[in-house]
């Protein structure tokens, strides 16, 4: 499995219709934070295939929606569960910060 490339109508079908909490990272290309995260995350996503779904908006692209979810510093990440916003952090420094992120919101 690989990280979804969300579009508004992805993010919105993916946050509304899916059985699994989905996690949303907003970043941009620029970033140079993004960017040095984006190895974390591969492993973040090798070991969470069933449990959730994982995804990403580009905010360059999405502006409309990274306004709309009130994005105001990538990375963004939140997690959606049952369609709503459970739970976010604002560029988490390691991968370890990320799987306590996903932990903690899943127990929500």
Do not use: H
Not at 93 to 105: G, L, P, Q, W
Request: aromatic share 8%; net charge negative; hydrophobic share 45%.
């Amino acid at each position: 499995m690989e990280m979804l490339n969300m579009n508004k109508e992805l993010f919105d079908k993916s946050v509304k219709e899916s059985e699994v909490p989905v996690l949303v990272e907003f970043w941009a290309p620029w970033c140079t934070y993004c960017r040095r995260i984006a190895p974390a995350m591969t492993k973040v996503i090798s070991e969470n295939q069933g449990n959730i779904l994982i995804g990403q908006v580009n905010i360059d692209d999405e502006e409309e929606l990274a306004e709309l979810e009130k994005i105001e510093i990538i990375p963004t990440f939140v997690m959606y569960k049952n369609g709503k916003a459970i739970a976010s952090i604002v560029a988490p420094e390691s991968k370890a910060k990320i799987d306590e992120f996903i932990t903690e919101s899943l127990a929500k």
